[in-house]
C-alpha cells in the first residue's frame, strides 16, 4: 500500500474522493482495490440513544460515516472489534460488528443495503437524518426522490 496515499486519507484529506487522493500521492491506484478483500468499518448503536455510530482511528465513536476508520485486513478488523467488544461491556455501545465498505464512484460507501440505510438515514426523505447533516456516505450522484417527482 503506498503510504503517502494512507497518510492522506488518514489527516486532513480524509473528505477527498479516493481518485484524488491517488492523484495527490503520485498517481498511485486505489489502496482500497486490492486482492486481499474489501475493507472494513465497525459500526454499532450508542447505548445512550440507539444512534448509530462507527469507530474512528482514535477509538472513539462518530455519527459521521465519514470520519469511520476503515481497516484494510482482518487482523485490523479483529483488533478494532476487540476495542468496540470492551467499548461494549463498558456500556458505550451496544451490538459492535464489522460491516464491508466499497469503493463507489471515488468514495468509501457500505456494501450492504442494509448498513447503507443505517449510515444514511430515512429513505423517503432526503431532509432528514444523516444525509440531511451531511454525515452520509458519497456514494454517487442524487437519484431522483418523491419531491421531484411531479404527478399528472
Known amino acids: 500500500m503506498n503510504s503517502v496515499y494512507l497518510?492522506?486519507?488518514?489527516?486532513?484529506?480524509?473528505?477527498?474522493?479516493?481518485?484524488?487522493l491517488a492523484a495527490l500521492a503520485g498517481g498511485q491506484v486505489s489502496a482500497y482495490l486490492d486482492e486481499a478483500g474489501?475493507?472494513?468499518?465497525?459500526?454499532?448503536n450508542r447505548l445512550t440513544d440507539g444512534v448509530v455510530v462507527f469507530q474512528t482511528l482514535g477509538d472513539g465513536w462518530t455519527e459521521d460515516?465519514?470520519?469511520?476508520?476503515?481497516?484494510?485486513?482482518?487482523?485490523?478488523?479483529?483488533?478494532?472489534?476487540?476495542?468496540?467488544?470492551?467499548?461494549?461491556?463498558?456500556?458505550?455501545?451496544?451490538?459492535?460488528?464489522?460491516?464491508?465498505v466499497e469503493e463507489r464512484n471515488g468514495h468509501l460507501a457500505p456494501k450492504a443495503l442494509r448498513e447503507a440505510i443505517r449510515a444514511t438515514g430515512p429513505t423517503i426523505r432526503r431532509d432528514l437524518g444523516?444525509?440531511?447533516?451531511?454525515?452520509?456516505?458519497?456514494?454517487?450522484?442524487?437519484?431522483a426522490t418523491?419531491?421531484?417527482?411531479?404527478?399528472?
Open 65 to 100: 460515516f465519514i470520519r469511520a476508520a476503515v481497516l484494510l485486513d482482518a487482523p485490523a478488523t479483529a483488533e478494532a472489534l476487540k476495542r468496540a467488544k470492551q467499548d461494549e461491556a463498558n456500556n458505550i455501545v451496544v451490538d459492535p460488528y464489522a460491516i464491508v
Open 130 to 143: 444523516k444525509q440531511a447533516l451531511g454525515q452520509a456516505p458519497r456514494s454517487g450522484p442524487k437519484v
Open 38 to 44: 474489501m475493507p472494513d468499518v465497525i459500526t454499532a
Open 7 to 20: 497518510m492522506l486519507y488518514n489527516t486532513t484529506y480524509r473528505f477527498l474522493p479516493l481518485n484524488m
Open 146 to 152: 418523491e419531491t421531484d417527482h411531479v404527478s399528472l
